[in-house]
């Protein structure tokens, strides 16, 4: 009886942690945070007084965090419908195998919209298939679609040499994230985008 009370407040306790603000990941000037349940916030900024960094932000920038990142990411297709309008699909190489997860990838839809001083990429679950629109993309069998509520990527313009990104990522309400798998994903989403803090903070010759 003791061991079952045990046992539910344990668990009780980690819903209860997994509620709370909590910062994952903080490294190489990116902060990876925890907002509440289901709810993750990476901040950092990038500054490269070389270049207009506001020229880079169209679509184009989802093809370098692909190409930055073929240890993560094991396919992609990128269709852009129109200046404003793209749909994605990415197949995540199969990194928690180990733990008895299954292959994951996603299809969104983006909508990308520009104020004076920031540019929003708003990207959502799509309500079809990749199948029903895309029949020659081949998925694995055993791959799932991640449970991702929404993904949205804001570039704050700071000058013309400095972007602050904020990427936030929401998952289904229904699904609950255990902490080890929370802290890995904390460290894999990091390390994919201080790969691009770099490369841009890097790069001397990028025009538009």
Avoid: W
């Amino acid at each position: 009886m003791n061991s079952i009370k045990n046992n539910n407040q344990n668990e009780n306790t980690d819903e209860n942690e997994n509620n709370e603000r909590k910062i994952l990941v903080q490294k190489n000037g990116l902060i990876m945070k925890r907002e509440s349940k289901n709810n993750y916030e990476l901040n950092f900024s990038i500054k490269n007084e070389n270049i207009v960094l506001s020229f880079l932000f169209d679509f184009s920038i989802l093809n370098l965090i692909f190409d930055l990142n073929k240890d993560i990411f094991e396919d992609k297709k990128l269709f852009i419908l129109d200046d404003n309008t793209a749909k994605l699909y990415i197949l995540i190489k199969p990194l928690l195998a180990d733990f008895g997860m299954p292959q994951k990838y996603i299809y969104l839809n983006i909508h990308k919209s520009v104020s004076q001083e920031s540019i929003y990429f708003i990207a959502l679950p799509s309500e079809r298939t990749i199948r029903e629109d895309y029949e020659n993309i081949i998925i694995p069998e055993d791959a799932e679609q991640l449970p991702l509520e929404s993904l949205k990527l804001i570039c704050n313009i700071r000058s013309q040499h400095e972007v602050e990104f904020i990427e936030k990522i929401t998952y289904k309400s229904y699904i609950n994230i255990p902490v080890f798998v929370e802290k890995m994903l904390g460290v894999i989403v990091s390390k994919m985008f201080y790969r691009i803090k770099q490369f841009i903070e890097n790069y001397t010759n990028i025009s538009k």
